[in-house]
């Protein structure tokens, strides 16, 4: 038995496949090929869009995928959700889609946009929120370069953002949230019912978050004097509680412990003052809890 899994195509792509990477799976792909090779014979990979992902899954073309919520939301998919995985194309943590209008312009709130034209490739999920705010907008479907069209191709745009640097570039100015974003693992509602398929799909789904656990962790080695184990201690952050082992020679210990990559430079040359010896920095792939 084989596991269908579509892996996202296009922005999220290079992303996922080295999520996979570290935790343990090596996905390949080729420019001439919609079907990646994986290194697992139980998984049998195919990239998808995005945009599509929920509703090949939801019809049962694929057992699982990994697409964002919002696309999810946007098809109405009727999915299983297995795990968020809270990474993006750029950084690791959530997208918006906002409503922006441009900064020139007289609109401030949703409701100043009744009557107007409303671009984004998000078009379901707007019209949604416009009725919820019971504003009446024109919406339409962007193409792409949704950015560019105020103010002569549309008054304001519900667009995808994670730092907000391209929205200032163009001169746009965010109104609202209109909806908040994350990766996702769906299966289909039939395949999550299936006990081989369901396993299979828990294993990935801790795998995939031993992985997310690791991001920007690495772990430390050290070995210390007894008499000076307090003062190497003291050097490392509060709350960590460090694997201490001791050596064959009764009077030394090795500190084991796990720390954010950004803080290790600023502690090393204390731990080395404080009596620390042999200190070793190592990468995490994974950090199951």
């Keep these: 038995m084989t596991l269908k899994l579509g892996i996202p195509k296009g922005s999220l792509e290079i992303a996922t496949i080295d999520l996979f990477r570290r935790a343990g799976f090596n996905i390949a792909t080729s420019s001439r090929s919609y079907f990646p090779v994986v290194d697992d014979p139980e998984i049998e990979c195919m990239l998808i869009r995005a945009q599509e992902m929920a509703r090949y899954v939801e019809d049962g073309v694929l057992d699982a995928g990994l697409t964002g919520r919002d696309w999810v939301e946007e098809n109405e998919a009727r999915v299983e959700t297995v795990a968020d995985l809270i990474y993006a194309k750029q950084s690791f943590g959530k997208v918006r889609w906002v409503l922006a209008a441009p900064e020139a312009s007289p609109y401030r709130t949703v409701q100043d946009l009744e009557g107007k034209v409303i671009a984004t490739e998000l078009v379901g999920t707007t019209r949604r929120y416009l009725a919820s705010k019971n504003v009446r907008a024109k919406v339409e479907f962007s193409w792409g370069a949704t950015e560019v069209k105020p103010p002569e191709l549309a008054d304001a745009i519900v667009e995808v953002t994670e730092t907000g640097s391209s929205l200032r570039a163009n001169k746009l100015r965010i109104i609202e949230t209109v909806l908040e974003s994350n990766t996702q693992l769906i299966a289909n509602c039939d395949s999550w019912l299936n ?39 003291s050097v490392l952050p509060a709350l960590k509680n460090p694997t201490i082992s001791q050596l064959s020679d009764e009077s030394w210990v090795a500190v084991n412990t796990i720390l954010e990559e950004t803080t290790v430079r600023s502690i090393i040359p204390r731990l080395k003052e404080a009596g620390a010896q042999g200190i070793v920095e190592y990468p995490l792939n994974k950090i199951v809890m």
Excluded: Q, S
């Design 195 to 233: 006990d081989w398929k369901r396993r299979k799909l828990e294993d990935i789904k801790m795998l995939l978050e031993g992985a997310m656990n690791a991001l920007g962790k690495v772990g430390l080695m050290l070995n210390a004097r007894r008499d000076d184990l307090a003062k190497v201690l």
